[in-house]
């Protein structure tokens, strides 16, 4: 479609970004109201619940009344398919609302918002409902492992006794393979505190799917590549997925009762840990599409990017695929193929040919399929404002995406952060004024971040002495980080945030991420990934270093 100017409101947005947050939360958040008043309205609801999830820490008021608005919006309806990420919203700042807006939601959503509260901690709420929906005779084992997987860690007691319930509530003979396949994961994950009923399970999925015309006319079928110790196994039913998965579980769980059904498992080698390296779920009333995109090679390239050796490699292949990504139909696979290569296309300096070919590919997409959910929108404005590219011509929902994100730099300006880092010593925002501030957040497990590490470390050394500082925040527990730190011997800080406090302060959803304070401890840049260490420095230009 082509660049236009700047819309007005991204100029407004931009134009108090560097100004160090002259725009004030109101006045943002006022904004963005606007703004979503004449959208779809699940994206409108999308849009302000995640502001009031913002808003909640530091302007619980506001976030207050927000909620009340979409309350009694929904109540007004019935039958709303709201998404995910509202979903989380509601569960994080107003579970008891949420769990009230449940008679007017359409019937599959109590299972989302069970899912989101135990995300948010919330696991009394969570586990409320389920057992409703339990009494009710739905079972939804993929909704009921992320609660068990929650209560493990705070009632081990309460997640063997659910899964017990579950267990004498289950029609395994009824049971369709896609819920099956729920069980067997839940009983791997109550196996150490209930490793009897997690047996039973596992013995009575096996029971089930050894009838010869198992999943014959059930609505979903299975296919999977397992790995058992040494043994690759494919299967290419739902009776042949069931009877591996369950069976190599078995003989982990109880050795005695997997031998007793050895003839249900002869086929096969499992002995040995099983790892799925590949699973397939087909629904079986669905008819076969004549328009289906096949998009299979795009993925298949797409997933390789990270392991080129090069960032001229990586941008190459990227501009390949923005112009093959764009010659797909207009419809959501392009929109959702567009926001996967933008997000995987920041990672590193890419160089602006690549992003602009990348946000030129979704701001068309999205042109002409306007997205059901604030991602697309929310991945384009991102680009826009943080990797300094030209915004597409004006669109209301890409209008609140540049809102939301502006009012959420507003609330990191506000939130300043006070963590404590290995050696105990405390670092504040607040007591870091006359140095230039990188609050860099990571995790050990993340390969980007591992990756920029060096970098991090190379620019810490030569500008230390002239104020610059590295502060690097983990969530993970104190002897992940230590271990970390032992082996690799960085100087600087690296900060702890078990509780996630400073994570969500700065809306830290994917890592590695980055803020760039200057010395009066104003917020002047943002790095949404990976940095190399001339994008750093770039970065550093912007705080006067």
Same mark, same amino acid.
């Given at each position: ?218 609505? +979903? ?151 059901? +959910? ?172």
């Amino acid at each position: 479609m082509g660049f236009r100017s700047l819309s007005a409101s991204l100029l407004f947005a931009l134009a108090a970004y560097a100004a160090g947050g002259s725009e004030s939360v109101d006045q943002a958040l006022s904004r963005l109201q606007e703004q979503t008043a004449g959208l779809p309205a699940a994206l409108r609801m999308e849009f302000r619940m995640r502001a009031a999830q913002s808003l909640s820490g530091r302007h619980p008021d506001l976030a207050r009344k927000i909620v009340s608005q979409a309350v009694q919006e929904i109540n007004a309806g019935k039958d709303w398919q709201l998404g995910n990420a509202t979903m989380q919203a509601f569960a994080t700042v107003a579970p008891a609302e949420g769990v009230a807006i449940l008679p007017h939601l359409a019937t599959d959503q109590a299972g989302m918002m069970i899912g989101a509260l135990a995300r948010a901690n919330r696991t009394p709420e969570a586990l409320s409902v389920y057992r409703q929906l339990l009494a009710q005779g739905q079972l939804q084992p993929a909704t009921a492992n992320v609660l068990l997987s929650r209560l493990l860690k705070e009632k081990p007691a309460e997640a063997a006794k659910l899964f017990q319930e579950m267990l004498a509530a289950a029609h395994f003979d009824t049971l369709d393979p896609y819920d099956a396949y729920g069980f067997l994961n839940c009983a791997k994950t109550v196996a150490p505190v209930a490793a009897g009923p997690a047996a039973d399970a596992c013995e009575r999925v096996a029971t089930a799917a050894s009838a010869p015309d198992y999943g014959a006319n059930a609505k +979903t079928a299975i296919s999977a590549t397992f790995q058992v110790g040494g043994e690759t196994i494919a299967t290419a039913n739902s009776r042949d997925t069931l009877l591996v998965a369950s069976g190599s579980r078995l003989h982990d769980l109880a050795p005695e009762r997997f031998a007793a059904r050895r003839a249900l498992f002869e086929r096969w080698k499992l002995a040995g840990p099983l790892t799925v390296k590949g699973m397939s779920f087909r629904n079986t009333n669905a008819a076969p599409r004549k328009d289906a995109i096949d998009t299979s090679a795009i993925s298949k390239q797409m997933g390789q990017i990270r392991s080129l050796p090069t960032d001229a490699d990586r941008a190459r292949v990227v501009l390949q695929l923005a112009g093959e990504i764009r010659a797909l139909p207009a419809g959501p696979v392009r929109v959702g193929m567009a926001s996967s290569l933008a997000n995987l296309s920041t990672e590193g300096d890419l160089g602006k040919e690549a992003l602009s070919a990348v946000s030129g590919t979704l701001a068309t997409a999205l042109e002409t399929a306007p997205a059901s +959910t604030a991602d697309p929108y929310l991945e384009l404005a991102s680009l826009v404002r943080f990797e300094h590219l030209p915004a597409p011509k004006s669109d209301p929902a890409l209008d609140a995406a540049g809102s939301l994100i502006a009012l959420q730099n507003q609330l990191h300006q506000e939130a300043g952060f006070t963590l404590t880092a290995l050696d105990g010593k405390t670092y504040s925002l607040a007591d870091l004024r006359g140095h230039v501030v990188l609050l860099n957040f990571w995790a050990t497990w993340c390969p980007p971040c591992r990756k920029e590490m060096p970098d991090m470390e190379k620019l810490y050394q030569r500008l230390q002495s002239k104020g610059f500082i590295v502060l690097a925040v983990s969530d993970e527990d104190r002897e992940t980080v230590a271990g970390f730190e032992e082996k690799q011997k960085y100087t600087f800080p690296l900060l702890l945030d078990p509780d996630r406090k400073v994570n969500d302060a700065f809306n830290v959803e994917g890592i590695p991420k980055s803020f760039l304070f200057d010395r009066d401890g104003k917020l002047v840049a943002q790095a949404i990934d990976m940095r190399t260490e001339s994008q750093f420095l770039e970065m550093l230009k912007v705080a006067g270093m």
